[in-house]
Nanobody, 120 residues
């Protein structure tokens, strides 16, 4: 059974930093794209950053580019999102995602989310 468990959220002042962690278990994640998404009440979940488990290629939403770094620890099966220079508009529930597309379709797994609140 696949499990994605996010930790590291909390309350931080604007300009501060947080590091989110996503512990992945239940299968081998090579070939998966591991991502972070966020959602605020009344809005759709939006992409934040992603990294390919194999190779380490990454990409970011424009809203966090230059302020955030996604990384992975293959040995520990953990994905991180380091967020710096946080802004109040970064306040959201952050979700970890594991995504893979194969010849027979796509697979998506989600964590339960972790709350990030940035005060002004």
């Amino acid at each position: 059974q696949v499990q994605l468990v996010e930790t590291g959220g909390g309350l931080v002042q604007a300009g501060g930093s947080l590091r989110l962690s996503c512990a992945a278990s239940g299968r081998t994640f090579s070939g998966y794209r591991m991502g972070w998404f966020r959602q605020t009440p009344g809005k759709e979940r939006e992409f934040v950053a992603a990294i390919w488990w194999s190779g380490g290629r990454s990409n970011y939403a424009d809203s966090v580019k230059g302020r955030s770094t996604i990384s992975r620890d293959n040995a520990g099966n953990t994905v991180y999102l380091q967020m710096n220079s946080l802004k109040p508009e970064d306040t959201a529930v952050y979700y970890c995602n594991a995504h893979r597309v194969t010849g027979i379709g796509a697979s998506d797994y989600w964590g339960q989310g972790t709350q990030v609140t940035v005060s002004s």
